[in-house]
């Protein structure tokens, strides 16, 4: 019998906080944007990952609605043996607090003001189901002084009188 590998999918609006979330979870495989561009690739890539006992993360918008999700899902636990833990990270379905993040991220130089993944919040909250056995995680907002340089310097601290 092979490992008993992990799959944590990690969903949510563009600007909810799934890049910085990812970030702190320890994995050994992640594809955390674009996975449905190369779907049959990737999965393929994933379940061998699974195979080998890995904790992999996906996050993929098409996941958001019931009938996408739960079609990758059957297919990923079909096709492993033994059938992989799996976990749901759903972050709020809060449109506007995703869309502030949007606008002050910095993280997305293609995407500087948002307005891009702005509109694509619009649709895609409409269709963002959340199961009801996910993990739900609050969107926090980003200070909006933080997307530009700060007004002044830091000031200098040290714990040595210079002479």
Do not use: W
């Amino acid at each position: 019998m092979s490992p008993h590998g992990k799959l944590i999918l990690v969903l949510g609006l563009a600007g909810s906080g799934k890049s910085h979330l990812i970030s702190l979870l320890k994995n050994e495989f992640c594809i955390e944007e674009g996975f449905a561009l190369d779907e049959e690739n990737n999965i393929q890539k994933l379940l061998e990952g699974l195979s080998e006992g890995k904790c992999c993360v996906v996050s993929e918008r098409k996941y958001r609605s019931t009938e996408e999700r739960d079609a990758f899902l059957r297919r990923i636990v079909d096709a492993s043996c033994p059938a992989p833990e799996v976990k749901i990270i759903c972050f709020d379905n809060d449109l506007e607090a995703a869309n502030h993040n949007c606008r002050f991220r910095r993280n997305k130089s293609h995407d500087l003001n948002g307005e891009d993944h702005i509109q694509r919040n619009v649709g895609d909250s409409k269709d963002y189901e959340i199961p009801i056995d996910a993990i739900v995680v609050r969107i926090h907002r980003i200070s909006e002084h933080l997307r530009g340089p700060p007004p002044t310097s830091p000031p200098v601290i040290s714990l040595y009188q210079v002479s």
